[in-house]
């Protein structure tokens, strides 16, 4: 199976230990998270689409322009802020599959593995084969 295919069967189940474990982890590294998108990986995403700072990219629906989306607020302009929902996508997206390595993980300790079936000697299936003869 997959790590995808994993990832999916993960998502889709109503495991009570996996929610408990999710909402747990996901409170603690909320702020790891945070400055791991806003501080790591939004900078070079940033970059490499010609500077841009996706906690400033907004449009403006109603209200003065701003360059910024602080100078948007105090201005009590109307903003849709899709910047932010890109980081807060990505937030979420690194805090799921974080989840899922770690309740695989969890779920790999908690399966026993089934017991391996022992071969069957050679002289029990010849003597299988001769009491199946004499029934003929």
Known sequence: MSMLDEFKKFAMRGNV??????????ASF?????????????????????????????????????DTLAAAKAAKAVTIN?????????????????LFMLIRQINKLAVPKPAEVAATPEDVLLLRE???????
Not at 17 to 26: F, K, M, R, S
Not at 130 to 136: A, P, V
């Open 17 to 26: 230990l996996d929610l408990a474990i999710g909402v747990i982890i996901g």
């Open 30 to 66: 909320t702020g790891i998270v945070n400055s791991l998108v806003n501080d790591i990986i939004m900078p070079p995403i940033g970059l490499a689409l010609g500077g841009v700072d996706f906690s400033n990219v907004f449009w403006t629906l109603k209200g003065p322009d701003a």
């Open 82 to 98: 899709y910047g932010l929902f890109v980081n807060t996508v990505i937030n979420f997206m690194i805090v799921a599959f974080a």
């Open 130 to 136: 001769i009491r199946d003869s004499l029934k003929k």
